[in-house]
């Protein structure tokens, strides 16, 4: 795949969204539902590698990226994460008097809302691939409370999940 | 301001923090505002107001937003690309390790767990996106944008920009009494 495309599709996906993780589902569209050069699998394994390790949330995309095009398509990911973060520079300056308007803030916490139902929609059949078991649902719970209700940093989620499959992987197999 | 000093700092919140946008801007805070007073509480406020209304990365718009203010465009390029870059080859190095892990039967069930785990902290991730928003007056619209997008794209297949299109939209006339 062309890397200029891949650029242009990673920028929709970050530019159309408010959050680094709030892009995963129209990433997932275009990749996985309408293009197919992704599995939901990949998608997950991009995911999990951006939140093992520090920085911004949007991160995947650098990994997402790797799987697609190798170092080159890395590269490209992270460019298409930090671009629009420029954008911020013109709001500074011109429209940050007006950043309190309540049209404004309605239309952004709004559409934020809406982004979360989308994660959650995208997610639905990444569960389904990655949720075989008992176990894997129970990891899945647990992630999802620790990381919910507490102050406990991903990569200690992830370490735990990780160590939870050893001795899985030691002990029934 | 000396861009080697922008530098450091943005390299150390960027890529020495684990948790994201929350933890690398209570970081900055510290630093800019109550440490080096390299910026006002209004300053730091603004930038933060305005990376939220920034598509993508938020983090990444506050850095370039909170450095515009103290060296303009070349202190916003390096601080994007010094909190951003080494991430991202960490990134990198771990995609690569976890594709190593199919190999064997072992490393596979490790592997599954660590996705399942993954999975459950995307739904974190949304729940964390939607708590602050279920307390009144905006807890109803929170309610219908969420419901209404999960249903539009999970059953109905309606492209997504097209959904946050629509989101922003209603959520510009359906007032509830905003507050900055």
């Known amino acids: 795949m062309k890397l200029v495309l891949l650029y242009l599709l990673f920028l929709k996906a970050m530019a159309t969204t408010f959050g680094g993780t709030a892009s995963l589902a129209v990433l997932r569209e275009d990749l996985v539902v309408r293009h197919g050069l992704l599995t939901d699998r990949d998608l997950n394994l991009a995911v999990t590698a951006g939140r093992s390790g520090p920085g911004p949330n949007g991160i995947y995309l650098v990994s997402v990226g790797y799987l697609m095009a190798g170092v080159p398509g890395a590269c490209i990911g992270w460019l298409a994460m930090i671009t629009p973060a420029f954008v911020v520079i013109p709001l500074v300056r011109i429209v940050g008097a007006r950043a309190d308007r309540p049209r404004l803030l309605g239309a952004i916490r709004a559409s934020t809302a809406a982004s979360a139902g989308l994660l959650m929609a995208a997610m639905v059949p990444i569960a389904r691939g990655a949720l075989t078991d008992g176990l894997l649902v129970g990891v899945a719970a647990a992630s999802f409370a620790v990381f919910s209700f507490t102050r406990i940093d991903s990569v200690w989620v992830i370490a735990a999940a990780a160590v939870t499959g050893l001795v899985s992987a030691v002990v029934v197999h | ?180």
């Open chain 2, 1 to 180: 301001m000396r861009l080697t000093a922008i530098a450091a700092l943005f390299l150390r919140a960027g890529n020495l923090t684990f948790g994201g946008g929350h933890v690398i801007t209570a970081t900055l805070q510290r630093e800019l505002v109550n440490r080096r007073r390299w910026l006002t509480l209004d300053q730091y406020g603004l930038a933060q107001s305005l990376a939220k209304i920034t598509p993508g990365t938020g983090i990444l718009a506050f850095c370039a937003a909170t450095a515009w203010m103290l060296a303009r465009w070349r202190g916003a390029i390096v601080a994007v690309v010094v909190a951003s870059a080494p991430s991202a080859v960490f990134a990198v190095v771990l995609t690569w390790a976890f594709v190593s892990l199919t190999g064997s039967r072992p490393s596979q069930v490790v592997l599954a767990a660590v996705l399942a785990s993954a999975v459950g902290m995307m739904w974190a991730a949304a729940w964390l996106i939607v708590q602050p928003m279920l307390t009144p007056p905006a807890w109803l619209r929170t309610v219908v944008m969420v419901v209404g997008a999960f249903v539009a794209l999970s059953r109905w297949s309606v492209s997504p920009i097209a959904i946050l299109a629509v989101a922003a939209l209603i959520g510009a006339f359906w007032s509830s009494g905003e507050a900055p």
